[in-house]
């Protein structure tokens, strides 16, 4: 799934060929530009997702009560009434589970305001907009929006004995209770990564997530980057993965990128991620600072600055991109131009890598990167580089369970 995080990246999603590629967009996000969203997917006519973000409502809100979604989800989720003091906002598992771990009234409102949620605000945006034809082209017949499948309310586990873990589960089950018979609930299991190698607690977790009429999970490994993880922390990810694989559901990392991929045969169905960067996400950050102008190397499957792209492109006697986008960005100058050139240029090589991962199974892939790694060692004297390549022999190891 691509992540859709920003208006620029809208358009240059509309321009590109999206096979294979559902999207999946946060509530805060979209409570951002919901009208632009909408008819981007009213253009689009792709499979979505809405990450309905709650789990920002279980931390230190100071840093984000300023942001403009803050107080719209608030309201929409109906938190603002659960919480007495508005001025000292502090949402606790005892608002939402009672003393016997049991579903408060609170945690029941909550679920089917997140649900509502995502069954009606694409669809309703476009009504209203439809109905005084402001899309750019002209009016459009009536569409039928529901997402992919429904989110419930999830939150962040420190410990297999965080009372969060029990709100998520109560909050699943609710879930399962009220949706309809064509709707799908993937559940998300979100988890601090330390928790990952303590293999009991790691049972124990997957065994609550083993609920009657789930559909699926998306899974988010907290402070987990791929491709900066040792082998030991991804051996511990793909244990995860397999064992949670066993209840015979589709499984997507919320944040990941071509190891996530490589693991389909370990049980993982897909990973979302945005254009040219998001395949990991340390929860609770705020982000900021200005665009940084990535460029995917393809031979190297690994993104530089694209102020070094030459440099790196030389010193390891890589082959020139030749695409359409990087024909015109080599006589291109301004950045927004290129940030644009360098998104879709990366959207071309990674569906060209998905297509290759499905005709030929992740194993061929994964011999391909331990090719580079090879070729760009051999070439690389001082090891300048070796941050570009060097993951894909920890990647092999891991998957092929190998010192």
Not at 95 to 106: C, E, G, P, R, Y
């Given at each position: 799934m691509i992540r859709v995080n920003i208006s620029r990246e809208m358009a240059w999603l509309e321009t590109s060929d999206l096979n294979n590629y559902d999207l999946i967009v946060s509530s805060h996000i979209l409570e951002g530009m919901t009208k632009r969203i909408t008819s981007m997917l009213t253009k689009l006519k792709k499979p979505y997702v809405i990450d309905p973000?709650?789990?920002?409502?279980?931390?230190?809100?100071?840093?984000?009560?300023?942001?403009?979604w803050f107080d719209k989800l608030l309201g929409i989720y109906g938190l603002d009434t659960m919480i007495e003091d508005p001025n000292n906002f502090e949402?606790?598992?005892?608002?939402?589970?009672?003393?016997?771990?049991?579903?408060?009234?609170?945690?029941?409102e909550l679920v089917e305001n997140v649900m509502n949620y995502q069954r009606t605000k694409i669809q309703d945006t476009y009504d209203d907009i439809n109905e005084f034809e402001e899309f750019d082209e002209e009016k459009t017949e009536n569409l039928n929006f529901k997402p992919k499948w429904i989110i419930p309310p999830y939150f962040f586990i420190n410990n297999v004995y965080d009372d969060w873990l029990t709100v998520n589960i109560n909050s699943i089950k609710l879930s399962i209770e009220n949706k309809t018979s064509t709707e799908k609930i993937f559940a998300v299991i979100m988890l601090d990564k330390e928790i990952l190698p303590h293999v009991n607690d790691i049972?124990?977790?997957?065994?609550?997530?083993?609920?009657?009429?789930?559909?699926?999970?998306?899974?988010?490994?907290?402070?987990?980057?791929?491709?900066?993880?040792k082998k030991r922390e991804l051996t511990y990810f793909q244990e995860f993965i397999k064992k949670l694989a066993k209840f015979g559901k589709p499984i997507h990392n919320m944040y990941g990128g071509l190891f996530s991929l490589l693991l389909n045969e370990k049980g993982m169905t897909g990973s979302s991620h945005s254009i040219c960067y998001g395949e990991h996400k340390i929860p609770f950050s705020t982000g900021g600072g200005g665009p940084t102008i990535r460029f995917y190397q393809p031979y190297l499957y690994s993104k530089v600055p694209l102020a070094r792209a030459k440099e790196v492109e030389n010193a390891l006697e890589l082959k020139k991109c030749t695409c359409n986008y990087c024909n015109i960005l080599k006589n291109e100058n301004t950045d927004g131009r290129r940030l644009e050139l360098t998104g879709k240029h990366f959207l071309s090589n990674r569906i060209s890598e998905l297509n290759l991962i499905n005709k030929n199974g992740p194993r061929e892939f994964l011999k391909k990167l331990i090719?580079?790694?090879?070729?760009?060692?051999?070439?690389?004297?001082?090891g300048a580089y070796a941050n570009l390549y060097e993951r894909f022999s920890v990647w092999d190891k891991t998957i092929n369970n190998s010192d």
């Open positions: 973000h709650t789990y920002v409502f279980a931390a230190d809100v100071e840093h984000i009560q300023e942001k403009r949402l606790s598992p005892s608002l939402l589970i009672d003393a016997d771990q049991q579903s408060t009234n609170n945690l029941k049972d124990t977790i997957i065994d609550k997530y083993d609920i009657e009429g789930i559909d699926g999970y998306m899974i988010w490994c907290a402070y987990l980057d791929e491709n900066s993880a090719c580079v790694n090879q070729e760009a060692d051999k070439k690389d004297q001082t």
